[in-house]
């Protein structure tokens, strides 16, 4: 049971765009939803997180939206720079965060 | 200061071995994580341990796998009699464990190949 559904798979922006990943879950009781950034070779790092009492929150180029009526939520990465070219994985957690359910994961590609 | 460690870095045995992979966690930081990510998937939860008390095994796969952990050091994760489906990506994270919503720091993980 996939309890956390993430997409596009993969997705490919031109340097300055906006790149856009969503996630939708199922579990009402998960009460937060950090994002994590994962580059080859390396351990995914928190890039930023959301608890649902707030619609958005953002951090320098990063957005997350939250939508807790439609179980969704999204990362905006504006300015979309080569450098952001890595996997992105949504997840999920309740009742304190210990237990994470991560999405399937994006794959971005930033072209120059 | 010095992140998650883990190793080996690549491990690759041959069906129906065992095999240990083994985590140091940030110190200080109680709680610890083992997640598993299989190519193109997402990252699996095995098993967390908070200081002294019983881990939360409930993403175990299996009674092949089990994992130690030492106070609030070193864990070991253990796979017996390895099966060509557990090749995977295996990844522990630490966390200060002390309060909720603490941040999960991971390690570089260990890639296994089962033969």
């Known amino acids: 049971q996939q309890q956390v559904k993430q997409s596009p798979q993969s997705l490919i922006v031109q340097k300055g765009g906006i790149s856009i990943i969503n996630c939708a879950y199922e579990n009402t009781a998960f009460d937060y939803f950090p994002w994590y950034q994962q580059f080859p070779g390396k351990g995914p790092a928190l890039l930023i997180a959301i608890r649902p009492d707030v619609s958005e929150k953002k951090e320098g180029r990063f957005t997350i939206s939250f939508n807790k009526s439609a179980k969704q939520f999204s990362l905006h990465i504006m300015d979309s720079q080569p450098g952001d070219s890595a996997t992105y994985f949504c997840?999920?957690?309740?009742?304190?965060?210990?237990?994470?359910?991560f999405g399937t994961g994006t794959q971005l590609k930033v072209e120059l | 200061g010095a992140g998650v460690s883990q190793s080996p870095s690549n491990k690759v045995t041959e069906k129906g071995k065992d095999v240990e992979l083994r985590c140091d966690p940030i110190?200080?930081?109680?709680?610890l994580y083992w997640y598993r990510q299989r190519l193109g998937q997402g990252l699996e939860f095995l098993i967390y341990?908070?200081?002294?008390?019983?881990?939360?095994k409930s993403g175990l796969p299996s009674d092949r796998f089990s994992a130690e952990r030492t106070g609030e050091s070193v864990s070991t994760l253990t796979i017996q009699r390895t099966q060509q489906e557990d090749s995977a990506v295996y990844l522990c994270a630490s966390s200060l464990g002390l309060r909720t919503y603490n941040e999960q720091f991971f390690g570089p993980g260990t890639r296994l190949t089962v033969l």
């Open positions: 997840a999920a957690s309740k009742g304190g965060g210990n237990k994470l359910t």
């Open positions: 341990f908070q200081g002294n008390s019983a881990p939360d």
């Open positions: 110190s200080g930081h109680t709680a």
